[in-house]
T-cell receptor, first 116, second 113 residues
Framework: GAVVSQHPSWVICKSGTSVKIECRSL??????MFWYRQFPKQSLMLMAT?????????EQGVEKDKFLINHASLTLSTLTVTSAHPEDSSFYIC????????????FGPGTRLTVL | LAKTTQPISMDSYEGQEVNITCSHN???????ITWYQQFPSQGPRFIIQ???TKVTNEVASLFIPADRKSSTLSLPRVSLSDTAVYYC??????????????FGPGTRLSVLP
């Protein structure tokens, strides 16, 4: 089956630093990847949609200059949280979609970010 | 953009059949219904997807009435390991799936011994 990985699985950083999270589709090519954020006891919230080779589309209320998304290849998308603050602490989850109209999203295992 | 409504939580006992119903009154013609399972600190896992009538796989069944305004996920003989949050989503797979893929609060299922 289609597998999506994320790295790192967890990260702790100091306030003001930047953190990069990688999302990889291991055994398929993903033309579209999605980034979600999930706070404790809450549902997933879509942050942005990333298409290979083009700029990401951000959801309303998500700062594109703070959450930098790069989808440089068909198997890799990165999310960089710039100048992280404690309120950015959350569970970040990516998903990837196969090319074609009848394919589901495959979710990664998530990355736990804690900003001190 | 079809929104969904599910019960916030449900309790069940091991070995019982669990049915979780999701309402999606504004479902569009091209929308599919998809259910995901999520364990704490893990990404969602696909369970089942359907468009109409009944769909069955090795882990669950999905019942969709003719008007498609609701759907019911059926988990046969649940075990403790089925304790998780279950999300019902509707969206058009052809139309930038992600932007139509809105996660509601989900149903927190607790399976008791």
């Amino acid at each position: 089956g289609a597998v999506v990985s994320q790295h790192p699985s967890w990260v702790i950083c100091k306030s003001g630093t930047s953190v990069k999270i990688e999302c990889r589709s291991l055994d398929f090519q993903a033309t579209t990847m999605f980034w979600y954020r999930q706070f404790p006891k809450q549902s997933l919230m879509l942050m942005a949609t990333s298409n290979e080779g083009s700029k990401a589309t951000y959801e309303q209320g998500v700062e594109k200059d703070k959450f930098l998304i790069n989808h440089a290849s068909l198997t890799l998308s990165t999310l960089t949280v710039t100048s992280a603050h404690p309120e950015d602490s959350s569970f970040y989850i990516c998903s990837a979609r196969l090319a074609g109209e009848d394919n589901e999203q495959f979710f990664g295992p998530g990355t736990r970010l804690t900003v001190l | 953009l079809a929104k969904t409504t599910q019960p916030i939580s449900m309790d069940s006992y091991e070995g019982q059949e669990v049915n979780i119903t999701c309402s999606h009154n504004n479902i569009a013609t091209n929308d599919y219904i998809t259910w995901y399972q999520q364990f704490p600190s893990q990404g969602p896992r696909f369970i089942i997807q359907g468009y109409k009538t009944k769909v069955t796989n090795e882990v669950a069944s999905l019942f969709i009435p003719a008007d498609r305004k609701s759907s019911t996920l059926s988990l046969p003989r649940v075990s403790l390991s089925d304790t998780a949050v279950y999300y019902c989503l509707v969206g058009d797979k052809r139309d930038n799936y992600g932007q139509n893929f809105v996660f509601g609060p989900g149903t927190r299922l607790s399976v008791l011994p």
